[in-house]
């Protein structure tokens, strides 16, 4: 793998003895077309990782002072309350959203495979929501859930006049709003994904139980599941991922509130950094939530290239 | 063979799954529905009916508001501009992020060198990273270069972290081609950005279509981008959507909101119907590869 995947021809036994500029340009190119990316990911990537990562040692306010305060904003942060509310929504927010995206996923993926007329069609309407931004389905949700003329009075009208759906003005039940509209947007994708995975599974060893008497959900538990490990497995990180990164949601369906009651460390970031002038503190938190990706990923990434080693 | 006669068991359970099926299907259709016959209805109509009651009469007037007239913070003039800023932003944006994640590919799969792999892996990090981290010191970099709250700023910082997904997308597409194709090209004498033209594009349409569905999906639904890095006047249409969501004078008029959603969803959502095969590619490959 490592080694070069086309070697060039061999001429003969002799290398010639000089290379005209143009010959040795030409060898140079593929690395020439790639310095560019190379040059923009060393400075906008890990030289901002740097940046942020150095401001957040710092006094840094409305303007970046290269003042250095040790770890200050850190402490700051952690006796912070906004930060320590906006961590535990994301917990609650992430696992839950994450678990109900992959037994929903998982359920509709394997009643979908089960030879299913129009199937194409409601793979299709399953999945749109993706296609969707954040924003708007923050709005679409927002007014479903609003307690005013939303579902609690569309089932009132119905007949039953004490239904009570007011989680979206309740500080201790909006994080559970925040919930469903990420679990209606990204459900679907993750049913794609297992969905992909059903097809892979080998169908020879699934016939081979099947004359061995097994029962279906009998081979679903022992054989199919079990060999679709990596899929939970890319799907654990793929939303956890946008858990952590949720801000467009809580920016469009909540705004944080009430209160800051459903704040996520992305919006606790960007309103420290860019509004409240809490550059230092801000710098801090995205520090932390970067820590939070990293903790995800590097175990994920290292059993993925280990796995490709044995391969 | 023949068909195993099925028992009225089985028969009942096909049943339930067909049901159990719809009713997702409809759970899953229920917002649109509801924004969509939102947005044809009067605030009268809204504060008397329910979420699912029809319109008396269909009228347009919310989305022609929604289109131009009503107020997205600073100014009143619907999200019109700001749908055509998304344009301005998206178009370049998708254009040279594909290009240059092809010609990455290309050289990281077909033109590989000591370490290539490695910078490759290094690329891969930008897929990954939470954008939080870079917001301040790319804020700090486009005001140095005087690229603060524009469009073609915004336009650069998608490139920028667009790159690593479509460098993704084309160096695991170009894996898998024969190697031959290449080799046998370099034998007769042909150059780097020959073959690239001549052999590796013309077999590239399928990627490059899902890479720029991949792409225009994203930046076209980004809001942490442009809420941070655009101005007034250059705001994409997720921004003035919220601003217009979150603007209260007077009373609220739902129906503005959900015609100027759908509005602001339309052009994903146009791409999604016509050519959802290639979208899920995108997500599939984007996902479980990286």
């Not at chain 2, 609220?252 to 899920?280: C, H, R, S």
Request: overall charge positive; proline content about 4%.
């Amino acid at each position: 793998m490592n080694e070069k995947a086309l070697p060039l021809p061999e001429t003969g036994s002799v290398r010639p003895v000089a290379l005209s500029f143009q010959d040795r340009l030409a060898a140079q190119l593929p690395k020439l077309v790639l310095a560019p990316t190379v040059i923009v990911t060393l400075v906008a990537v890990y030289g901002y990782m740097i940046w942020t990562g150095l401001l957040s040692f710092t006094s840094s306010r409305i303007l970046p002072s290269w003042k250095f305060i040790g770890t200050a904003q850190y402490s700051k942060l952690m006796e912070n309350d906004r930060w320590g509310v906006s961590v535990e929504n994301l917990i609650i927010f992430g696992g839950l959203f994450i678990l109900v995206c992959l037994v929903l996923g998982v359920l509709m993926a394997i009643l979908l495979d089960q030879k299913i007329r129009a199937e194409g069609a409601l793979r299709t309407i399953y999945l749109y929501p993706m296609a969707i931004s954040f924003i708007v389905t923050g709005t679409a949700w927002k007014w479903l859930l609003n307690p005013g003329l939303g579902l609690q009075k569309t089932i009132r009208d119905w007949g039953f006049e004490s239904f009570t759906f007011d989680w979206l003005v309740n500080p201790d039940m909006v994080v559970y709003c925040l919930v469903i509209a990420a679990v209606w947007q990204s459900s679907g994708f993750v049913m794609a994904l297992f969905l992909a995975g059903l097809r892979g599974v080998d169908q020879e060893m699934i016939k081979a139980a099947q004359l061995d008497g097994a029962s279906m959900p009998m081979i679903y538990r022992r054989i199919i599941l079990p060999s679709l490990k990596p899929v939970f497995f890319s799907a654990f990180v793929i939303l956890s991922h946008i858990a952590i990164k949720s801000f467009d949601l809580v920016a469009a369906l909540t705004g944080g509130g009430p209160g800051y009651s459903s704040d996520l460390p992305a919006i606790f970031m960007y309103q420290h950094a860019f509004t409240r002038g809490q550059m230092g503190l801000g710098a801090a938190s995205a520090m932390v939530m970067l820590g939070g990706v990293l903790a995800i990923l590097v175990p994920y990434l290292y059993s993925e290239l280990r796995s490709k080693k044995n391969g | 063979m023949v068909k195993p006669q099925k028992t009225l068991n089985q028969q009942l359970l096909r049943y339930g799954l067909y049901v159990l099926l719809g009713v997702a299907a409809l759970v899953y259709l229920l917002p649109l529905w509801v924004m969509l016959l939102t947005s044809l209805k009067d605030v009268e109509e809204i504060r008397n009916g329910t979420l699912l009651s029809l319109p008396g009469t269909i009228n347009f007037d919310a989305w022609s508001k929604a289109w131009s007239g009503a107020c997205t913070g600073s100014t009143c003039d619907g999200i019109a501009p700001f749908f055509a800023n998304s344009f301005r932003i998206v178009i370049p944006a998708v254009l040279i992020s594909t290009l240059v994640g092809s010609l990455n590919g290309y050289v990281l799969s077909l033109w590989k060198f000591r370490g290539s792999e490695i910078l490759f892996g290094a690329m891969l990090v930008g897929c990954f990273i939470p954008f939080q981290v870079i917001l301040l010191p790319m804020a700090r970099m486009l005001a140095m270069l005087g690229l603060a709250n524009t469009v073609t700023g915004l336009v650069l910082v998608h490139i920028t972290y667009g790159i690593a997904f479509t460098t993704l997308f084309f160096r695991n597409f170009y894996v898998g081609l024969p190697k031959e194709l290449i080799s046998a090209a370099r034998l007769d004498g042909a150059g780097f950005f020959f073959i690239f033209r001549r052999v590796v594009l013309p077999l590239s349409t399928p990627i490059i279509v899902v890479c720029v569905i991949w792409q225009f999906t994203q930046i076209w639904n980004d809001f942490l981008f442009g809420v941070v890095f655009s101005g007034a006047q250059t705001q994409p249409v997720t921004v003035a959507l919220n601003n217009l969501v979150n603007t209260s004078f007077g009373g609220k008029e739902y129906n503005v909101d959900m015609a100027a959603a759908l509005i602001a969803a339309l052009p994903t959502l146009l791409v999604y119907v016509l050519a959802g095969k290639y979208f899920v590619r995108g997500l599939t490959a984007g996902a479980v590869k990286g």
